[in-house]
C-alpha cells in the first residue's frame, strides 16, 4: 500500500510540474518523476509481501516456484519502461538544449510562437 | 505472404546499418535508405495484395520467441493491418522522395533513421498483438517523431517538438498505466486473449475504468478537441514531409488501434464517447479553420476534423445495436475516408513545402504557372473537401446513409462541417488560382500521389454505381462521362477539343436517344441533349486563353445533367447534381471571376448538403409518388435546387458567376442548367409533397419565384455590364418558371415547361450573342458600346428578336409563356403574385430597351469602327435558334402537345386546362387567343412599313454621325450623344431602398460573424505547453468521470 500511496504521489508531484512550472527544465524534471512514479506503481501491482524476487535458479525456488515469488511480467514490463523513459528524457534534453542554445533562456513564456 | 516480422526486422536492422554507414558514405547511405524502404513497400503491397485477392484467407499470426499466445508476444496481421501497413510505406517512401528531390534536412543521417524508425513504429502500432508491445511501439513512434520534428530548418519546430513531447509522453503514460492495470485485471495482454475474456461486454466499473485510460491515450495521439494544440503547433512548424509521414501514416496506425482496442475491450459506453469527441472535434476544427491565415496550420485544423469524422465513424462501425448492413457500410466509408485523407493531406503538406510564403495571401498565383502543381493541389482539395467523383465524396455518402435514423442529427452535423471545409478549401483554392504565375519549388511526390487518387477514383466509382452501393444509373451516361474526360488529352489544339466534343455529343445523342420518352424525364433530357449540342456548336473559336480543361468540363456538365433527369432514385439524382456542380465550378473558375466561382461552390455545396440531408431523412429512395413524410425533407431537398435557380435570397452567387464565368460556358449556365434546378423542384412536387401537403409550401416557393422575377428585373435595369444584366434577367425568367411549377396545375405546370424551353431559346440566344459582342468588342461594359447595329446586323436581328420574346410580346414564342402563366395565376386565385409578376414583366422592358439602346442603337464609338460580324459558329447558333422562336410564336402547339403528353402521365394533371379550337386558337377559361393570326398580323404590319419606306426612301438623306447639331451645340465625339451611361439614373434614385444590397449584406454578416467567432474560438490553443497539459488533464477526467458506463 505504501508503494502505491508513494507512486500515485510521485505521478502527481510530476504532473504539477507539467501543469505549472514555467521553466521547461522543470518541466521535463517533472515528466521524469511521472514516469518514475509510474514504474513504481507497476511494480507495487506485481508485489505479493513475503515472496521473493523472481529469478529462479535460487535452489528452493525451482519447485512451487508460482507461490513463491512476486509476478515476474511487471518487472519485466518495468525494465522496458525504465529503457524507454529513459530514452525519452534524453530525447527532452537535447529538445531542451537546443531549444536554450537558440534563445538563451528556459522560459516557456518564450516558446509560443506558434498557437491559435 | 511474407512474414510481417521481416518489415519490421529488416527496418530495424538497416535503421542501424545507416548509422554506421553514413559515417563512412553518404550517398550509400542514402540508397540503402531508400531501398529499405522499398522493399518495405514491395513486401507489405504484396501482403496486402495476398489479402485483397483471397490468397491470405485468415490472419497472419506471427509468435515471437516461440512462445505461443498469450504467453509470447506476437504480431497479428488480417486485412486492416495489411492495408495499413501498406498504407504507411508508401507514405513513407513518397515522403522519401520528396526529401531527394528537394534536399535533405540536417543532420542528415539522423533523419534517415528517425525516418525509418518513425515509419517501423507506425507499422509496430497496427501489426502488433499484444497490449504491451504496442505500448513499446508508441513509444517508438513518438521518440521519432519528437527527433524528426525537431530537426526541421524552422526554429519554432523546436517548440513544437517539445510540445509534441510533452503531451505525447502523458499520452503514453495513460497508455502504460491501463495496459498494466489492464493485465493485473485480466491477467492477459494478448490482445485476442483479452477480447475473448470480455466477449461479453465489460461489467465491472474497475475494466471499464482502464479501458478508458488506454482510450484516453489513444485520444490524445488522435488529436481530439481540445488537446490537439500539440499537433497544430507540430503541422505548422515540423518539416512538412515528417508531417505528411505523421499525419498521413502514423496517426491511421494509432486510429486502427483506437478501433482495434474498442473492439476488443467492449466498452458500453465507447458510442458516447466517440460521439462526442469526434463530433466535436469535427465540427470545431472545420469551423476553426475558416479564417486561417497559415497555410500549414489550415491543413492541419482540417486534419485533425478529418481525425474526429473517423472518430466518429467508429463509434457508429462498434455499436453493436445497429444493424449489420449499416456497420459494413461504415466500415467501408472509414476505409475510404482513411485512404482518401492519408494520400490528400500529405501530397497537400508536400505542396506546402514547395511554396515559400507561410501565409495563405502568399499562395497567390501558383496555380498559374505550374501545370504540375496545379494538377496535384486540385486533385488534393477537391480529394479532401469530397467532390466527385474522388473517394471522399463517396465516403462521405457511406458514412451518412450507414447512420441509423435514430441519429439524424448526427449527419446534420456530418453535413455542416463538410459546408465550412468547402468554404475554407475553396477559399484557399481561390486565392491560389488568382493572380498572375508565381515560381513554385519542384515536386514529384504529390503528383505521384494525386495520379495515384484519381486511379484509385476508378473502381471506388466502379463500385459505388455496381456492387456495393449500387447506385442506379443508365451505363451509357457512364461510358459518356469517361470518353469526355479523354477530350481533355487533346489540349494541344481547341479546333481539335471542339470537333471531338461535338463528336461525343452527337455520340451521347445517339446512344442516350432511346430514353426520350414522354414524361418528365424524357423532356428534360431532350432539351439537355439537343439544347447542349446546339450551344457546343458556338464555343467556338472561343477566347484564346479558353482552359484545356474546358470542354472536358463542359461535357462533363452536359452528361453529369443528362444521368440526373435519367435518375430513377434520389441518391442519383444527388450523385450527378454534384458532378454537375463542381464540374460548372470548375468551368466558372476559368473565368476572371475567382471569387465569384467559391462563392457558386459553397452555395452549390450548401444547397447540395442540404439536398443530401434531406434525401437521408427520406424512408424510400425511389423517385415515385409516396406518403408525405413531413415537410423537413422537402425543404432541405428543394434548397439544392432553388440554389440553382438562384431564386431569392440565394441569388447572391448568380449576378457574378453568370457575368464572369466564360463567355462560352454562360449560355449552357444560364439556358440550361439552372433548368435543371427547375426539374428538381419539379422531383420534389411530384415524390416528396402530395398535392395536398404541400400547398403551403407551394404558396412559399410561388412569392419567392415573384419576389425574384421582380428584384431581379429591378437590379438587372440598373445593370452596366451586359453579362450581368442578361444575368439578373435570366434569374428573374426562372423566377417565372418557379411560380408556374408553385402553382401546381396543369396549366400553370404547362407554362412553366413551355417557358423553360424558351427560356433556353432566348437566353442561349443572348449569352451567344453576348459572347459574339464581347469577343468582337473587347468589353462587356456597356457604355463602351453603342452604334453596333450597323457593324453586327445579324446579331442585332438576333438579339432584338430574342428580347421580344424575353419581354413577351407577340407574335414570338415569349406571348405563350406570359399568356400562360398569367391565366395559370388568375385560375388559381393568387392574385397578389400576379400583381408581383405583372409588375416585373413591365419592369422588364426597361432593361430589354436598355440592351438594345447600349449595344446595338446609339452612338457607334470610335475604337469600334472596325468591329465586324460575330464569328460564324456563333452566328450559325444565333440563326438556328431562331428558328423555335419564330416557328413557335406562330405554332405553340407543337411545343404544348409535348408538354401535354409528358403532363397526361402525371396523377391529376392529365386534362390541360385548356384546349386548341381551329379559329379561335389556344381557348382557356379566362379567353382565347390565334398565335397563328397574331403572326401572321405583326409580319404583315411589319412588311406594310418596310414597303412604306422602301417607296419614301428617295426622300431620306443620309447623315453621318455628327451632324447632328441642336441647341447651338457641336457634338465632337460619339459620346457627347451616346446616353448609354448612367440611363435611367433618376429611375434608380426613386427607388434606392428597394435596391439596397440587403441579401448579400446579410450573407456577408453571416460569413463575417462565423469567422470572427471562429477566430476567437482558436484562442483556446494558447501554444502555452502547460495550457496544453491542463486541458489534457481536464479531458482525462472527463473521460473517467462520464464515460465508466457498465452495462
Known amino acids: 500500500m505504501a508503494f502505491f500511496v508513494a507512486s500515485i504521489l510521485l505521478i502527481l508531484i510530476g504532473l504539477y510540474a507539467v501543469l505549472v512550472k514555467r521553466n521547461i527544465m522543470k518541466i521535463v524534471i517533472g515528466l521524469s518523476l511521472m514516469d518514475t512514479g509510474v514504474n513504481v506503481l507497476i511494480i507495487s501491482l506485481g508485489f505479493i509481501r513475503g515472496r521473493t524476487a523472481p529469478i529462479v535458479n535460487i535452489k528452493d525456488l525451482l519447485v512451487n516456484t508460482s507461490s513463491k515469488v512476486v509476478d515476474p511480467l511487471p518487472q519485466a514490463l518495468v525494465l522496458t519502461a525504465i529503457v524507454i523513459g529513459v530514452a525519452v528524457t534524453a530525447v527532452a534534453l537535447s529538445i531542451v538544449m537546443l531549444m536554450y542554445s537558440k534563445k538563451k533562456t528556459l522560459e516557456i513564456e518564450e516558446y509560443k510562437e506558434l498557437k491559435w | 505472404m511474407v512474414n510481417p516480422i521481416i518489415i519490421i526486422g529488416v527496418t530495424l536492422a538497416s535503421a542501424f546499418f545507416i548509422g554506421i554507414l553514413q559515417v563512412y558514405n553518404r550517398i550509400w547511405a542514402r540508397v540503402f535508405f531508400f531501398l529499405t524502404l522499398a522493399f518495405d513497400f514491395l513486401v507489405s503491397g504484396l501482403n496486402f495484395y495476398g489479402f485483397i485477392t483471397g490468397k491470405i484467407a485468415k490472419p497472419i499470426l506471427v509468435k515471437i520467441g516461440g512462445f505461443p499466445p498469450p504467453i509470447g508476444i506476437n504480431l497479428l496481421v488480417g486485412k486492416a493491418e495489411a492495408a495499413l501497413g501498406f498504407l504507411i510505406f508508401t507514405i513513407a517512401l513518397l515522403g522519401a522522395i520528396h526529401w531527394f528531390v528537394r534536399g535533405l534536412p540536417q543532420p542528415e543521417g539522423k533523419a534517415l533513421i528517425l525516418f525509418l524508425l518513425l515509419s517501423l513504429g507506425a507499422t509496430g502500432i497496427s501489426f502488433t498483438g499484444d497490449f504491451f508491445n504496442l505500448f513499446v511501439f508508441v513509444e ?434 444527388f450523385v450527378f447534381w454534384e458532378i454537375m456542380s463542381w464540374a460548372s465550378f470548375l468551368l466558372i473558375n476559368m473565368g476572371k471571376g475567382k471569387k465569384a466561382a467559391w462563392i457558386y461552390a459553397v452555395f452549390s455545396a450548401a444547397g447540395a448538403y442540404a439536398m443530401l440531408g434531406g434525401i437521408y431523412l427520406l424512408p424510400s429512395l425511389s423517385l415515385a409518388p409516396g406518403k408525405f413524410y413531413g415537410l423537413l425533407p422537402a425543404v432541405l431537398i428543394s434548397l439544392a435546387f432553388l440554389v440553382k435557380m438562384a431564386t431569392s435570397p440565394l441569388h447572391i452567387w448568380a449576378r457574378d458567376a453568370y457575368g464572369e464565368s466564360p463567355d462560352e460556358f454562360t449560355p449552357l449556365l444560364s439556358g440550361i442548367m439552372s433548368k435543371m434546378g427547375v426539374f428538381g423542384s419539379g422531383l420534389v412536387f411530384l415524390y416528396v409533397l402530395t398535392a395536398l401537403s404541400g400547398a403551403g409550401f407551394r404558396y412559399l416557393l410561388g412569392w419567392a419565384g415573384a419576389l425574384t422575377a421582380f428584384f431581379m428585373t429591378l437590379l438587372a435595369v440598373f445593370q452596366d455590364d451586359l453579362k450581368k444584366l442578361l444575368a439578373y434577367s435570366s434569374v428573374g425568367q426562372v423566377g417565372y418558371i418557379l411560380i408556374g411549377l408553385s402553382l401546381f396545375t396543369p396549366l400553370g405546370w404547362n407554362a412553366a415547361l413551355y417557358h423553360t424551353v424558351n427560356h433556353f431559346i432566348f437566353k442561349g440566344l443572348l449569352f451567344v450573342a453576348a459572347a459574339g459582342i464581347i469577343y468582337r468588342v473587347g468589353t462587356s461594359y456597356l457604355p463602351h458600346m453603342g452604334g453596333l447595329i450597323r457593324r453586327m446586323p445579324l446579331t442585332f436581328f438576333a438579339t432584338l428578336l430574342a428580347i421580344i420574346a424575353l419581354a413577351g410580346i407577340p407574335p414570338l414564342s415569349g406571348f405563350a409563356a406570359k399568356w400562360l402563366l398569367y391565366s395559370a395565376l388568375i385560375e388559381k386565385g393568387w392574385i397578389f403574385i400576379t400583381v408581383v409578376a405583372f409588375l416585373a414583366s413591365t419592369l422588364a422592358f426597361l432593361y430589354c430597351f436598355k440592351i438594345l439602346h447600349a449595344v446595338f442603337l446609339g452612338q457607334l464609338q470610335e475604337e469600334n469602327e472596325n468591329v465586324k460580324e460575330a464569328p460564324w459558329p456563333i452566328a450559325l447558333v444565333e440563326v438556328i435558334l431562331l428558328i423555335p422562336l419564330g416557328v413557335l410564336g406562330a405554332f405553340p402547339n407543337l411545343l404544348l402537345n409535348p408538354i401535354n403528353k409528358v403532363l397526361s402521365g402525371i396523377p391529376g394533371m392529365e386534362n390541360p386546362g385548356f384546349h386548341y379550337h381551329k379559329a379561335l386558337g389556344i381557348v382557356s377559361k379566362l379567353g382565347h387567343w390565334n398565335a397563328f393570326f397574331l403572326m401572321v398580323f405583326f409580319v404583315g404590319s411589319f412588311l406594310l412599313a418596310l414597303v412604306f419606306f422602301a417607296l419614301t426612301s428617295a426622300r431620306i438623306r443620309k447623315v453621318g454621325q455628327l451632324d447632328v447639331g441642336y441647341s447651338g451645340e457641336v457634338p465632337r465625339t460619339p459620346q457627347d450623344l451616346h446616353f448609354g451611361y448612367g440611363l435611367y439614373d433618376h429611375f434608380r434614385r426613386a427607388v434606392k431602398w428597394l435596391i439596397y444590397p440587403l441579401v448579400s449584406k446579410i450573407w456577408r454578416g453571416i460569413y463575417e460573424w462565423i469567422g470572427a467567432f471562429a477566430e476567437m474560438g482558436r484562442r483556446i490553443y494558447t501554444g502555452d505547453v502547460n495550457t496544453y497539459a491542463a486541458y489534457v488533464i481536464l479531458i482525462s477526467i472527463i473521460i473517467l468521470y462520464a464515460f465508466t458506463g457498465v452495462k
Request: hydrophobic content about 55%; glycine content about 8%.
Open chain 2, 140 to 573: 517508438i513512434t513518438s521518440i521519432a517523431a519528437y527527433g524528426l520534428v525537431a530537426s526541421s530548418k524552422d526554429e519554432r519546430a523546436l517548440e513544437a517538438a517539445f510540445k509534441y513531447m510533452v503531451i505525447g509522453s502523458i499520452s503514453s503514460t495513460f497508455i502504460l498505466l491501463g495496459v498494466v492495470f489492464l493485465y493485473k485485471a485480466t491477467g492477459s495482454l494478448n490482445m485476442l486473449d483479452i477480447a475473448g475474456k470480455l466477449a461479453g461486454g465489460i461489467s465491472s466499473a474497475v475494466l471499464a475504468l482502464i479501458t478508458l485510460m488506454i482510450l484516453a491515450g489513444l485520444l490524445i495521439e488522435l488529436e481530439v478537441f481540445p488537446v490537439n494544440g500539440w499537433a497544430l503547433d507540430v503541422y505548422q512548424g515540423a518539416d512538412p514531409v515528417v508531417v505528411a509521414l505523421l499525419a498521413g501514416a502514423a496517426v491511421k496506425a494509432f486510429y486502427l488501434v483506437f478501433v482495434k482496442t474498442a473492439h476488443y475491450l467492449p466498452l458500453f459506453s465507447f458510442f458516447h464517447l466517440a460521439l462526442l469527441f469526434g463530433g466535436m472535434t469535427y465540427l470545431v476544427s472545420q469551423f476553426f479553420a475558416w479564417r486561417q491565415r497559415d497555410v500549414r496550420r489550415l491543413l492541419g485544423y482540417s486534419s485533425v476534423a478529418q481525425l474526429g469524422l473517423l472518430i466518429l465513424a467508429a463509434g457508429f462501425f462498434l455499436n453493436p445495436s445497429f444493424s449489420s448492413s449499416s456497420r459494413l457500410m461504415m466500415g467501408l466509408a472509414m476505409v475510404l475516408l482513411v485512404f482518401n485523407h492519408s494520400f490528400a493531406k500529405s501530397s497537400l503538406f508536400l505542396l506546402a513545402d514547395n511554396v515559400k510564403e507561410r501565409e495563405i495571401d502568399g499562395w497567390r498565383g501558383v496555380l498559374a504557372s505550374n501545370p504540375v502543381f496545379k494538377f496535384s493541389f486540385s486533385t488534393s482539395v477537391f480529394s479532401i473537401a469530397g467532390v466527385p467523383p474522388f473517394p471522399g465524396f463517396w465516403a462521405k455518402i457511406l458514412l451518412i446513409f450507414a447512420i441509423p435514423r435514430n441519429y439524424s442529427w448526427v449527419v446534420g452535423l456530418v453535413l455542416l462541417g463538410a459546408l465550412a471545409e468547402v468554404v475554407y478549401y475553396f477559399r484557399f483554392y481561390r486565392i491560389a488560382s488568382e493572380g498572375e504565375g508565381k515560381k513554385v519549388g519542384r515536386n514529384l511526390a504529390s503528383p505521384l500521389i494525386s495520379s495515384l487518387i484519381l486511379i484509385a477514383s476508378v473502381p471506388v466509382v466502379w463500385g459505388m454505381f455496381t456492387d456495393k452501393i449500387h447506385i442506379p444509373v443508365k451505363p451509357e451516361i457512364l461510358l459518356l462521362l469517361g470518353i469526355s474526360l479523354l477530350v481533355y488529352f487533346l489540349g494541344a489544339s481547341r479546333l481539335l477539343q471542339w470537333i471531338a466534343s461535338l463528336g461525343v455529343l452527337v455520340y451521347g445523342i445517339y446512344s442516350l436517344y432511346p430514353h426520350i420518352k414522354p414524361d418528365l424525364h424524357g423532356f428534360f433530357l431532350a432539351l439537355v441533349l439537343f439544347g447542349g449540342a446546339v450551344l457546343l456548336l458556338a464555343t467556338y473559336p472561343g477566347s484564346k486563353k479558353l482552359s484545356s480543361s474546358f470542354y472536358p468540363a463542359y461535357l462533363v456538365v452536359l452528361f453529369s445533367m443528362a444521368g440526373l433527369v435519367l435518375s430513377t432514385t434520389w441518391l442519383s439524382v
